[in-house]
């Protein structure tokens, strides 16, 4: 297994430091890996989802300590260059929304996101608009009829 690509996103906080996005072999991503600054210097925090009770739960892991320590090194690798290119960080991270956490908008400054919101130009019209009606076979509905 090869990392084909690594994007690194800045962003201007205390600990985070960038989101990570990477693909493998060219064929499979793995979005918001966290660049963190920790008491023993940078560190990857993989993506993660937070659970009912509070606790957090990771999405993709390596399932091995030398395959984690590989990652690690290549995506702070790509982190470093990255940052001695002088790109400075964004306002805020990749724009993918409903994720940022904490109150925060991951979009940049005047974008409003259309999700729940008013169509915003002529012609446009929202999700609720174009939402399947609730009378519509689900796929897995379809597939027992075969």
């Known amino acids: 297994m090869e ?58 892991h390596p399932l091995n300590a030398e395959t984690r320590a590989w990652m690690e090194r290549k995506v702070l690798e790509e982190y470093h260059r990255e940052a001695r290119a002088g790109r400075s960080p964004p306002r805020a991270g990749p724009a993918r929304g409903g994720q940022a956490g ?16 008013r169509p915003e130009g002529p012609g446009q019209v929202s999700y609720a608009q174009v939402a399947r009606p609730r009378h519509e076979p689900r796929h897995q509905d379809l597939l027992g009829q075969q």
């Open 3 to 60: 990392i084909t690509d690594i994007k690194v996103f800045p962003v201007d906080e205390d600990k985070l430091k960038a989101y990570v996005t990477i693909t493998l072999d060219a064929c499979f991503v793995v979005r918001d890996l966290k660049v963190i600054s920790g008491p023993t210097g940078l560190f990857i925090a993989m993506p993660a989802k937070r659970r009912k009770d509070g606790t957090f739960k990771d999405l993709a």
């Open 102 to 117: 904490r109150g925060e908008s991951r979009r940049p400054p005047g974008q409003r996101s259309r999700k729940g919101g």
